[in-house]
């Protein structure tokens, strides 16, 4: 079911799916590409337009001047957000729609009931309330902790560092179930397992089919060998680690502090915008929020790339801003430092304590020694 998300205050409207297309003909509405995703059914009937027309006369005077608001913005729309919110095991689906390109101006939250029969509409007073609904999710009224953990990974590094994410997630809940606790290594087959269940199953337990949605809709579904290469590369960035066989791999220092910042995880929201960009060109932005007990974490696509970070509340509230702006620009880039390891082996530095080769992380732009389990003085 499509629920809205409801904003404070919201004045809600129940319109008739099969009364849409009649209305929109009666109003003389020219009709936007992006009025397309909205599936308003073709009813061009006799029938339906009766049917329309005999809805349309039992509506109050009041109530007939945001009906007729609420149709012109569902033929006309600027921009059409697609918000879900996943909170513990309940997925709330909606689609907020603009109709000028002034944030401060109503709009609507449009879902569909159960039975596809009626839309449930939301009226607010100002898109602004659209974004506090969004904010008042990341938030949530929990601590919000600081960590500096930014990296750009290949869409296919992404889904398979999120897989074998889910994998520690699910290792750590079965040793809690069964008191025990075993090394965590997991081997290609047991990675690609993870994120073929991600893209079959939408299991709101884990995180990975939930950013699918945001990362696949211009790619191909990676396969078995273009997840094994991704995990290659994200053992060469020192995002994992290999065994001492190189054919397991498991998390280092930094990717495990994130995993661990998932195991309790309030909110999960997911915010596509789907408009114009400046040359008129169909155009989308999205991003991924992972609200954790105490880090907040976002997914943006950018370039080709995803960057994976942890963010402040208060950027958040700016990506949002933008997310949810008539206009669909280019995101703002998140500044990620150009420092890189050393690239010659000669290059790699020893670690003072015990004299083995330490381990360049991407994430911290540090070397890391493995046997003494800390980073290296910088």
């Not at 929109?24 to 049917?51: H, K």
């Not at 999960?268 to 991924?288: D, H």
Request: glycine letters at 4%; charged letters at 25%; hydrophobic letters at 40%.
């Amino acid at each position: 079911m499509e629920t809205p998300v409801q904003p404070l205050e919201a004045k809600k409207y129940v319109i008739p799916r099969y009364a849409v297309d009649h209305l929109l003909e009666s109003f003389q509405i020219v009709r936007t590409e992006l009025s397309e995703l909205l599936d308003i059914p073709d009813t061009n009937q006799a029938d339906w337009s009766q049917y329309a027309e005999e809805w349309w006369d039992q509506q109050t005077e009041e109530d007939k001047h945001i009906l007729r608001k609420i149709i012109t913005a569902m033929g006309s729309p600027v921009l059409i957000s697609n918000i879900s919110v996943a909170h513990e095991y309940e997925l709330l689906n909606t689609r907020a729609v603009f109709t000028s390109t002034r944030l401060e101006d109503p709009a609507f939250m449009i879902g569909v009931d159960e039975e596809e029969q009626n839309y449930h509409v939301s009226y607010v007073d100002s898109g602004n309330d659209v974004l506090a609904t969004v904010i008042m999710y990341l938030d949530a009224g929990a601590d919000f902790g600081e960590t500096e953990f930014t990296v750009r990974l290949s869409l296919y590094e992404l889904i398979a560092f999120f897989g074998l994410m889910d994998l520690y997630r699910r290792s750590e809940y079965i040793a809690m179930l069964e008191h025990t606790k075993e090394s965590f290594y997991v081997g290609y087959d047991d990675i690609w397992k993870s994120v073929e269940d991600g893209m079959q199953y939408p299991d709101l337990r884990w995180t990975l089919p939930f950013i699918l949605p945001q990362l696949i809709h211009d790619i191909q579904p990676p396969k078995q060998n273009d997840i094994n290469t991704a995990v290659q590369s994200l053992a060469q960035k020192g995002i994992i680690e290999w065994s001492q066989d190189a054919e397991a791999f498991t998390l280092t220092d930094p990717s495990l502090f994130a995993v661990m910042s998932m195991m309790k995880i309030i909110n999960k929201i997911n915010i596509t915008s789907l408009g114009f960009n400046e040359s008129g060109s169909r155009a989308r932005k999205g991003a991924v929020f992972l609200r954790t007990d105490p880090i907040l974490w976002t997914v943006m696509l950018e370039e080709g790339e995803t960057i994976f970070s942890s963010i402040k509340l208060d950027t958040a509230v700016d990506f949002v801003h933008e997310i949810l702006s008539p206009t669909i620009v280019p995101a703002k880039r998140i500044e990620v430092k150009e420092t890189e390891p050393p690239k010659e082996a000669g290059q790699t530095p020893m670690c003072p304590k015990c004299g083995k080769p330490a381990t360049w992380i991407e994430a911290y732009k540090r070397w890391y020694c493995y046997s003494c389990q800390e980073y290296l003085p910088q």
